[in-house]
Each structure stands twice: as structure tokens, then as C-alpha cells.
């Protein structure tokens, strides 16, 4: 599969020019919605957060394998073990994404935290790694400064978005 490289019409292998980093951004505001709607719903063991940031990863994970495929099918043609696997392994970062936020909430009882201390906590990892994965992404595919501020800012927008509405919803 290859994709247009500009006027001159050459092209390049798709899978070779890709620098992204979507199924980690993607992730990382699942994981921040998760711990948003457990928090305004009430308090839950950390176990209990830690085990659906990790399920609900899974999931969303499985999912999007399964579209990804399915998406890409050819009319009776069976998937290959290789494309599952490919397909597999670039969607990972989905469920990469919530092990941070599922080890601060795990820790969060070693620093003293409460329930929403905790939740405001794994938050905040949720959309700081959010974050530097989409400027990670941008500086992949060689943003300019002004393009990897944007990303960064559009990011962030998106997390606190989610935070407020757990603040709102909370209050």
C-alpha cells in the first residue's frame, strides 16, 4: 500500500512513512474519561480503578483491532496471522496508555492520597502523557515548533475538557 508523495507523484510505502502516535493519544483520553466517570460516580477500591483502566484499555484495544481489520478486508479474503498481528501490535499503545494512570492510582494509597486525590492524580498522568505522546508524534513526523505548540495545546484543550466535565459533574 502507498500513498501520494507530492506533485511529482511518487509514492512511498505507507506503513514506512507513518510517525504516529494515535493509539497512545487515543488511549491516554480513554483512560482520563474512565477515571473521570468512576470519579463522578462515586468512590472505588483502587483495585477496582486499576483493573477497569486495564480492562476498559483491553477492550477499546480489541476493538480497534477488529475495525482495523475489518476495515481493511478484502471482499473473501480471510485475515492472515501477520495482518492480525500487525494490526495488533500498532494498536497496542490503546492499552499502553492506561498503565501509567492505573500505577498512579495503585500508588496513590503510598502517598497518602484519597479516593479523589487519587482520581485527580491519575488524571493528570492520563493527560500529561497524552501530551508529550502527541508531541511525540509531531516531532516524529518533523513539526515545526509552532506545530508541535499546537499539537501540545489542542492536547491538553482535549484532556481538561474531560477533567472539567469530572469536576462539574462532581459538583
Not at 16 to 24: I, V
Not at 93 to 98: D, T
Request: with cysteine.
Amino acid at each position: 500500500m502507498s500513498i501520494p508523495s507530492g506533485p511529482a507523484g511518487r509514492s512511498r510505502p505507507l506503513r514506512a512513512s507513518r510517525t504516529d502516535s494515535a493509539g497512545a493519544v487515543y488511549g491516554s483520553l480513554l483512560a482520563t474519561s474512565v477515571v473521570a466517570t468512576a470519579g463522578a460516580t462515586g468512590s472505588f477500591p483502587r483495585l477496582q480503578l486499576v483493573v477497569l483502566l486495564i480492562i476498559t484499555g483491553l477492550v477499546f484495544w480489541a476493538t480497534h483491532v477488529y475495525a482495523q481489520l475489518a476495515g481493511e478486508r478484502v471482499v473473501g479474503d480471510p485475515w492472515s496471522r501477520h495482518e492480525i498481528r500487525r494490526v495488533s501490535r500498532h494498536e497496542w499503545p490503546i492499552v499502553e496508555a492506561a498503565v501509567l494512570p492505573a500505577a498512579a492510582v495503585a500508588l496513590s494509597g503510598l502517598l497518602g492520597l484519597d479516593y479523589a486525590g487519587t482520581a485527580w492524580l491519575a488524571m493528570g498522568v492520563a493527560v500529561a502523557q497524552q501530551v508529550v505522546w502527541a508531541c511525540l508524534g509531531a516531532a516524529r513526523a518533523g513539526a515545526t515548533r509552532r506545530q508541535l505548540a499546537a499539537e501540545g495545546v489542542v492536547n491538553l484543550v482535549l484532556g481538561l475538557i474531560i477533567v472539567a466535565t469530572k469536576a462539574a459533574l462532581k459538583h
